[in-house]
């Protein structure tokens, strides 16, 4: 029998799951730390899955535990499988998937016998392309569900302790204690935000798997009008396709009196959430751009968030301004030269205070990274410089595409001040060179 159930990247509405899908504690040791790393604001853990280790997205806003992109873990065994409907996040139509019950996640100390899973079936929903690492799956709820769970964004770990009186005293005297609520297994909070000099309160959900500022959704309430000075933008990509929207700077966001200056909202377009059964009151999310500055604890049995600022809590608030999505496109072998140093094998008559260097050569292939223009935004500086969507990027301000990660090369196009930039593609067959300025349009 095949079933249909709404499921989407960023948001999720879905069946509830059973309680066998939590993580326990392997050994008596109440605490287990899980390195992490961080990429565009996002937050990817090591799980096995039935004995194979998978990548997975760390993601408040999701209740199932979601699978895909498995081409090169063919290893990875399932049991009761049966055929599902996939639809969410973005425009298109729904996807073809796969439930699975009875799997063995573990990770560092921490396991979940019996945990449900979702197998997404359509290679073409890859986020490894967009964050430039393998990337298997998405997990959340049953994550977070029955333990303290600490996310250090500064360290890179993920701590997670046993939900015991002593333990939540200890963050209560850190952290600033924020009340949350559950609502279908997602954690909401409620928040202030300043829009045209309106103050708005607004409850959003708590959402780590998305790596904006702020989410608002214009069609919840007549107050979220956006900003006179914004642009449309590619915002990501969903389950049921790509999800496009505005960006534009609000006045401000409050958070139980931490104050944010001038952050970036994105405003999704209302054909990209219309797939999102929104619960009563939300106005939209808060995400890694924000969250990204504090030290947070998750404790979900009891309904609170602990917040502590870190050292990046005044990072100013930037975007793309070249207006450029770039993706992972494969691999290409590359030549490197290597310079050896050698002393030569006849010393007999050199001076033994003195060491005769002579330079040598060899070379070494290795497989370095693609990049290619998944999207580019109209009437951005780089459109209008000639660069296309397709282009596959050879350099960038004269150094090798390949030498740069995915996260080092959105950083050089989202800079503080407007800076130029000169980048060279290859379009069809053709090396064409492109420079342009990043301005700043908000």
Same mark, same amino acid.
């Given at each position: ?47 096995? @899955? ?98 303290? @769970? ?274 060279? @593609? ?17």
């Amino acid at each position: 029998m095949k079933n249909t159930i709404s499921i989407f990247f960023l948001l999720v509405f879905a069946l509830p799951l059973l309680a066998q899908d939590e993580f326990h504690f392997v050994s008596q040791n109440k605490k287990v730390s899980i390195p992490f790393k961080l990429i565009n604001n996002l937050i990817f853990i090591p799980i096995k @899955v039935n004995g194979i280790e998978l990548n997975f997205l760390l993601d408040s806003g999701v209740e199932e535990t979601i699978l895909f992109g498995l081409e090169d873990k063919k290893e990875v065994s399932f049991f009761n499988v049966e055929k599902i409907t996939l639809r969410g996040l973005g425009s298109s139509d729904a996807v073809e998937g796969l439930k699975s019950t009875r799997n063995i996640l573990e990770s560092h100390g921490i396991k979940s016998t019996n945990h449900t899973l979702y197998v997404i079936l359509n290679q073409d929903f890859n986020l490894s392309s967009h964050v430039g690492i393998p990337v298997n799956g998405i997990i959340g709820y049953n994550f977070l569900k029955n333990n303290l @769970v600490e996310i250090n964004y500064e360290k890179k770990k993920v701590v997670i302790y046993n939900n015991n009186e002593k333990n939540r005293n200890k963050s209560a005297k850190k952290y600033t204690k924020i009340p949350i609520t559950l609502e279908k297994n997602k954690p909401y909070l409620m928040t202030k935000i300043i829009l045209k000099e309106v103050e708005l309160p607004a409850k959003l959900l708590i959402d780590i798997g998305n790596s904006d500022a702020l989410w608002l959704f214009q069609n919840l309430s007549k107050a979220i009008q956006i900003p006179e000075k914004n642009f449309e933008d590619y915002l990501g990509q969903g389950f049921s396709g790509e999800v496009f929207g505005k960006r534009a700077r609000i006045d401000q966001f409050s958070l139980n009196g931490f104050e944010f200056k001038n952050p970036i909202v994105a405003f999704p377009d209302t054909s990209s959430i219309k797939n999102v059964k929104m619960i009563p009151g939300r106005l939209g999310s808060v995400g890694g751009e924000i969250l990204k500055r504090f030290t947070l604890v998750f404790d979900y049995p009891n309904k609170f968030l602990y917040l502590k600022k870190n050292n990046d809590f005044y990072t100013p608030f930037t975007y793309n301004k070249s207006g450029i999505e770039i993706q992972h496109h494969g691999l290409q072998w590359v030549q490197e030269t290597v310079k050896l140093q050698t002393v030569p094998s006849d010393a007999g008559d050199i001076d033994p205070g003195a060491i005769s260097i002579t330079n040598d050569f060899r070379y070494k292939f290795e497989l370095k990274p693609v990049y290619q223009i998944l999207n580019l935004r109209e009437d951005s500086t780089a459109a209008l410089s000639g660069l296309q969507k397709g282009d596959i990027i050879v350099s960038i301000n004269k150094v090798k595409a390949y030498r740069y990660t995915l996260q080092e090369i959105n950083s050089l196009l989202k800079p503080e001040e407007e800076k130029w930039i000169t980048i060279e @593609v290859e379009r069809n067959s053709q090396i064409l060179s492109f420079k342009f300025l990043l301005t700043d349009i908000l």
